[in-house]
């Protein structure tokens, strides 16, 4: 099984500032895929980046930036240049290789503040 | 937007009704997992269909049931609806290739509350 922790408490984000946000997991799978999603108010979820576990180079998509430490079993998401459109919960979620069954944390809050 | 339909957007039902939540897949793809999501708590996973059948469960009593139709639509029906139930119902689809670097791309989700 799967365990994906997010403890931090809500965060307040200065506009233009760079948060980031924790994600621990345990595994006993030796390959797998973690994802970082984002929930709005609205509630869908929507996809921001992916790392595989073999990855060597940590995955970057635009403003979003994974910090992956496989020693540490820790994949913290960088959000450089914050916007107020980034006001939203945040979930890590991972899944071993093959059965593609996301397993999530319980999400960070960020606020973002002009 | 990812392409996947939820309906419907809210649903109000009292203790011991049943409901039927529908999904509607992104173009190509032909798997649907769907998640409950409890205020409060990240997404659980529920159950997948891949083609139609079903392909893998998590930690859900059999009065959570599903299918999946030709055109990989999905349905997920809750029997005997219990106070608990109440939750944000999100339903995910991918292209099912067998490798784990799938993305899957979320609906905007179904909010019941069972009172």
């Known amino acids: 099984a799967q365990k994906i922790t997010q403890t931090q408490p809500g965060m307040f984000v200065q506009e233009k500032e760079a948060v980031t946000l924790d994600c621990t997991y345990d595994t006993s799978d030796q390959s797998y895929g973690l994802f970082w999603y984002k929930q709005p108010s609205s509630g869908e979820m929507i996809f921001l980046i992916y790392q595989g576990s073999y990855d060597e180079q940590n995955a970057t998509e635009g403003r979003y930036s994974l910090n992956f430490q496989k020693a540490r079993k820790s994949a913290n998401l960088v959000i450089s240049a914050s916007q107020l459109g980034d006001s939203a919960m945040y979930f890590c979620a991972m899944t071993p290789y093959g059965n593609n069954r996301l397993a999530f944390g319980k999400g960070n809050q960020v606020v973002v503040i002009p | 937007e990812t392409g996947v339909t939820q309906s419907p957007t809210h649903l109000i039902k009292t203790r011991g009704q049943q409901v039927t939540l529908r999904c509607s897949s992104q173009s190509g793809h032909n798997t649907v997992s769907w998640y409950q999501q409890a205020l409060g708590q990240g997404p659980q996973f529920i159950f997948q269909?891949?083609?139609?059948?079903?392909?893998g469960r998590g930690n859900f009593p059999p009065r959570f049931s599903g299918l999946q139709f030709p055109n990989y639509s999905s349905e997920l029906n809750v029997n005997a609806l219990e106070l608990d139930d109440s939750a944000l119902y999100l339903c995910?689809?991918?292209?099912?290739?067998?490798?784990?670097?799938?993305?899957?791309?979320f609906g905007p989700g179904t909010r019941l509350l069972v009172l």
């Open positions: 269909y891949y083609r139609e059948e079903e392909n």
């Open positions: 995910a689809t991918h292209t099912g290739r067998e490798n784990f670097q799938e993305t899957q791309y």
